[in-house]
């Protein structure tokens, strides 16, 4: 079991830039591959980002590639979403997950995720 808490969510800007951060708990965090995921009113949860067990592979939806960036740092048990170039479009909820087994490098499905945080609110003015 893993439990997981988002922080680092709020209301910025179009061209701002945010940090999430995901503190996890439980289970060893380094042996779960961690994904962001996100979600709009009225919208299917959608994939954002993965990074490995070992930080050392990332792959990024086509929407986010260039403007976000993933990290982990496992000797704190926790992941990081650095948001920059910040748009309308990325307001949602902003859910961390973790997924046992190998690392994907590609779109992961949220059928797929083991376990979710609660999610943080992030809110792109124009």
């Known amino acids: 079991q893993v439990q997981m808490v988002e922080s680092g969510g709020g209301l910025v800007q179009a061209g701002g830039s945010l940090r999430l951060s995901c503190a996890a708990s439980?289970?060893?965090?380094?042996?779960?591959?961690m994904h962001w995921f996100r979600q709009a009113p009225g919208k299917e949860r959608e994939f954002v980002a993965t990074?490995?067990?070992?930080?050392?592979?990332?792959f990024y939806a086509d929407s986010v590639k260039g403007r976000f960036g993933i990290s982990r740092d496992n000797a704190k048990n926790t992941v990081y979403l650095q948001m920059n170039s910040l748009k309308p479009e990325d307001t949602a909820v902003y859910f961390c997950?973790?997924?046992?087994?190998?690392?994907?490098?590609?779109?992961?499905?949220?059928?797929?995720?083991?376990?979710w945080g609660q999610g943080t609110q992030v809110t792109v003015s124009s």
């Open positions: 997950a973790a997924r046992a087994g190998d690392y994907i490098g590609n779109y992961v499905t949220p059928r797929s995720i083991d376990y």
């Open positions: 439980g289970r060893a965090f380094s042996s779960y591959v």
């Open positions: 990074i490995s067990k070992g930080g050392g592979g990332r």
